[in-house]
């Protein structure tokens, strides 16, 4: 039986298990659960996942949540996967480990945060926060700065360190990402001040293309979407740039 | 270089270190394991009350400020989760059930410790930052984040209840020995034994096989296991303590029959 991957590309963690199987040629079927349209809390979906979260797997009569786990068990489990992206080696495996953890408390508060709401929110209805999008940010920056000063401050292109990614450089870079959904000024403020964070993205996303960029062309779709709806709202209300108004009203 | 080879390569054996504050649930977690494996280690305080993992020394040891972290020879490592399968998957003779070399098994362990992150963790540790060291950390008591760590903690004590608990094992991944997933997830919960019964009866009291589950765990994991969390029941007499001395001032009367939340 097939390997099945439930998830919704919109999902930064459903993308980096994609986009691993993609890569190691892991043979698969994905499984499409809409976000957008609550597919997520179905009693069906329940079945797979009663944590009614995405990413999802089901291999054979074993079904997995969590991304890091789900990764953690592709690179173990199937055939001629590089060393690199969950080294053998327990000091390196360990290290993983702990950037995974730290970035379940850190990292994935930040751009998360921001992108449900401005983009996930309103669509099912909620109001924006513009507490939690400070707050987003907040978390956003603190942890860029870590990664920045910490698990970038040596050559490495990777956060270990080394010139090849690991499972880490995927599921942190794909959290990242969700800021492409922003107006290039609001990215450009979020980022910028982070040169090897900036690096480091780019890095991983070559060493993970095609594959990489195809899986997340969703996010551009996204973003192209959003700013005509803005473009029509500004010209129903007499024109100019919506471009130019701080993130908050752009809304 | 594999963990073991190198500390076996090493002409002087250097102790594991381990840098804790035992109010800090994950860090009892490592403690604890080391003790039930034998793993010899020298315990480093570092009082959170007394915000010695802010200080620059500490910071060489753990750039993110955070309990515990551990330094084996030259390799340092953060997260209690890390450490926990470092030293599982590092040190002799640790029983299997720990930290299963079944890929399956490993992969339900990571997934339940990962979820806890974003659920478990955030409860009994909210509520127990917002109500016990006020006074000390100088911090106001915070009745909405109180809560929000109720909410956490009621439903992820159901997803463990109805979820991972629902078949007859007597651990999260079934069967009848522990894994690092249940003694990380116990000492979480155990946090709440500052509280007074009331609360802790009324906050746990629903899930009967939450409350077994914890049972077994604490069974398997003693004499260490209360050895470790004697420093809870300290600080619980020493809360109650300074209410009713309060109380007292105030005329008397018992401060145990007010509501939670001015019980403070």
Redesign the interface.
């Known amino acids: 039986m097939k390997l099945k991957v439930y998830a919704d590309r919109m999902s930064q963690p459903a993308r980096a298990v994609i986009i691993f199987c993609k890569l190691n040629g892991i043979d698969y079927e994905e499984v499409r659960v809409d976000i957008s349209k609550l597919q997520h809390l179905t009693p069906e979906y329940s079945e797979i996942n009663?944590?009614k979260q995405l990413p999802a797997i089901v291999d054979g009569r074993?079904k997995?949540?969590?991304s890091?786990?789900?990764l953690?068990?592709l690179a173990?489990?199937y055939p001629g996967i590089p060393d690199h992206w969950y080294p053998a080696?327990?000091?390196k495996?360990?290290?993983i480990?702990?950037v995974l953890?730290?970035h379940?408390?850190n990292l994935r508060r930040g751009p998360g945060i921001i992108y449900q709401n401005i983009i996930s929110m309103p669509v099912i209805g909620r109001r924006f926060n513009p507490e939690a999008v400070a707050e987003g940010e907040k978390f956003l920056s603190a942890s860029l700065s870590?990664i920045e000063?910490?698990w970038l401050k040596d050559k490495g292109q990777f956060l270990l360190g080394g010139n090849k990614p690991s499972i880490a450089d995927l599921s942190l870079v794909c959290d990242i990402m969700q800021l492409e959904v922003l107006d290039e000024a609001d990215r450009d403020r979020l980022l910028g001040p982070y040169k090897k964070v900036e690096q480091w993205i780019e890095n991983t996303r070559s060493a993970a293309n095609p594959h990489f960029d195809e899986v997340h062309k969703i996010l551009l779709k996204v973003k192209e979407k959003r700013q005509n709806l803005r473009l029509k709202g500004a010209n129903n209300e007499g024109g100019g740039s919506a471009m130019k108004k701080p993130l908050l009203s752009r809304i």
């Open positions: 009663p944590m074993f997995l949540f969590e890091h786990a789900i953690i068990y173990c489990s080696d327990v000091c495996r360990s290290e480990h702990s953890d730290w379940h408390s870590k000063s910490f």
